[in-house]
């Protein structure tokens, strides 16, 4: 990995690595595995450092060959010291970057009428883990996107960590509310009726609630249905990003 960008004035760096968190268009990402994902999925990513370009091209040899000479134009190398300083949280690949984030139009996908293909929505997550972990899912089985309510920011760089920088694979957007749809609407709780994967209709909305709380009742009243994962006696209940993981994979894997 080349070491061109290392001109790059360091106060400079940790200014703009500060400014992207807070930034609602930028986001950074932690780690090579988020930084592959957002490059094959076609993000724009402004920046790349760190602090041990040795281990970064031995990672990237391994991991993702195809980005090794993107990453030799962008790599801008800098002292430990300063790598530290550029965010809460040193991933282990040594290496953080900045991206452009590409907000869905959240009530357009609401509404879409094309593809069949299933849309998550997320009431009120809470912990960011699980919500990245969902888009990571939703992208793997190819849902149609993952919305999401409530105070949570689905791009928070903590839930692009969770997802592995899946979050450029699909529509990932925010509802303040949720206008009315002509999709089918599939509440998913337990004590729901046991889901049956053949019988889900197109482009219906799949929604999750809150790790604690569930799905509101207005979200329960309007649904057409209330489905369940079925659970040996004693269990509460499944995680919410396990749950999202299930249902997808079932559908996917009794589909055409
Ligand atoms: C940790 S659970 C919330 C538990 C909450 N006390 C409740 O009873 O809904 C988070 C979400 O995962 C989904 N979930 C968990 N277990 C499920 C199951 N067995 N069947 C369907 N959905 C489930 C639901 O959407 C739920 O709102």
Request: one cysteine or more.
């Amino acid at each position: 990995v080349s070491t061109e960008g290392s001109q790059q004035d360091p106060s400079d760096l940790v200014r703009h690595f500060h400014a992207a968190g807070r930034t609602s268009g930028l986001v950074v990402l932690q780690g090579l595995h988020a930084l592959r994902h957002a490059l094959r999925f076609g993000a724009q990513v402004d920046v790349v450092v760190t602090a041990d370009p040795q281990e970064l091209e031995r990672l990237a040899r391994a991991y993702a060959p195809e980005l090794i000479s993107e990453l030799q134009q962008r790599v801008v190398v800098v002292a430990q010291e300063v790598f530290k300083q550029l965010g809460p949280y040193v991933p282990h690949t040594g290496v953080v970057s900045i991206a452009h984030v590409v907000q869905a139009d959240a009530v357009g996908l609401w509404a879409a009428e094309n593809g069949a293909a299933p849309l998550i929505l997320l009431e009120d997550p809470r912990n960011l883990g699980n919500l990245g972990a969902v888009i990571r899912v939703a992208a793997a089985a190819q849902a149609a996107g993952v919305l999401s309510t409530g105070a949570a920011d689905p791009w928070d760089p903590v839930a692009v960590r969770g997802s592995a920088g899946l979050h450029f694979a699909l529509p990932v957007g925010h509802l303040q509310e949720l206008p009315p749809t002509d999709r089918p609407l599939l509440a998913f709780a337990p004590g729901g009726e046991v889901l049956r994967p053949e019988r889900i209709p197109a482009r219906a909305v799949l929604a999750f609630g809150s790790e604690r709380a569930g799905l509101s009742s207005e979200l329960l009243d309007r649904a057409d249905e209330c489905l369940s994962l079925p659970m040996r006696d004693g269990v509460s209940s499944l995680n919410l990003a396990t749950s999202v993981a299930a249902v997808l994979y079932s559908l996917r894997l009794n589909g055409p």
